[in-house]
Nanobody, 124 residues
Framework: VQLQASGGGLVQAGGSLRLSCAASGRTGSRYMAWFRQTPGKERDFVAA????????NYGDSVKGRFTISRDKVKNTMYLQMISLKPEDTAVYYC???????????????????WGQGTQVTVSS
């Protein structure tokens, strides 16, 4: 599975961005997810979506502001981000795994496939 993330950029606080993650190759992931990372810190869970059912999960810091979705036809996952804050600044990575179980979706080490990351910078 190859994942291609895009859509990052520079935005002012309160603004919005939409990230995309296109999957190709041997797709068929059970879950896809977004993580984010700042220098010197661990990769943090942002949101995940069950590919078949569309059920979603969010990290506490983004609930109510970020929305994860997927387009099965395009094999693409999205992250709509609104009301962005400076603390949302990070490199955002998309991830996928065909066998991950629901209790493991919050930890980056359980995902087999990763995109290259896209930088999101929120200025104050």
């Amino acid at each position: 599975v190859q994942l291609q993330a895009s859509g990052g950029g520079l935005v002012q606080a309160g603004g919005s961005l939409r990230l995309s993650c296109a999957a190709s190759g041997r797709t068929g992931s059970r879950y896809m997810a977004w993580f984010r990372q700042t220098p010197g810190k661990e990769r943090d869970f942002v949101a995940a979506i069950n590919w078949a059912s569309g059920n979603t999960n969010y990290g506490d810091s983004v609930k109510g502001r970020f929305t994860i979705s997927r387009d099965k036809v395009k094999n693409t996952m999205y992250l709509q981000m609104i009301s962005l804050k400076p603390e949302d600044t990070a490199v955002y990575y998309c991830a996928a795994d065909p066998r991950i179980i629901s209790s493991s979706i919050y930890r980056h080490e359980h995902y087999a496939y990763w995109g290259q990351g896209t930088q999101v910078t929120v200025s104050s």
